[in-house]
């Protein structure tokens, strides 16, 4: 009985650990990409994405400056960041793009429908 409970236990671990292993950032740029657009300004939606999606974020901005990227994942235990999501921020001259793009895992703590809320949220702001 305990064999089996720890077996069990163990397969369940794996293939949790695993729906949330994500995705390189080279494979997750090949993915296909859902794209919205707003009249917010570039910063102000970076900065409401940032403070929306907490410490799920790792913003990365461009020198250009009309450029950014807020990955959204997990780091594994050899040090190596998994991406769950990729948003891609850049100016318009009406506002602000957003590409988003998904490795198509299970992520809890950031479900897809929720992020893509925060993004459409983000950018009426």
């Avoid at 001259?93 to 429908?113: C, K, N, Y």
Wanted: charged share 20%.
């Amino acid at each position: 009985m305990f064999r089996t409970t720890l077996a069990l236990g163990l397969g369940l671990s794996l293939i949790l650990a695993g729906c949330t292993t994500g995705m390189s950032g080279q494979q997750i740029r090949a993915q296909r990409a859902e794209v919205f657009k707003g009249p917010a300004p570039i910063n102000e939606v970076q900065a409401c994405l940032a403070d929306r999606l907490g410490s799920e974020a790792n913003v990365t901005t461009y020198p250009a400056g009309a450029v950014s990227e807020i990955a959204v994942g997990r780091t594994s235990t050899l040090g190596e960041f998994g991406y769950a999501y990729l948003v891609s921020l850049s100016k318009t001259a009406d506002g602000t793009q957003v590409t988003l793009r998904s490795a198509g895992i299970w992520f809890p703590h950031m479900p897809e429908d929720r992020l893509r809320s925060e993004v459409r949220q983000c950018l009426k702001t």
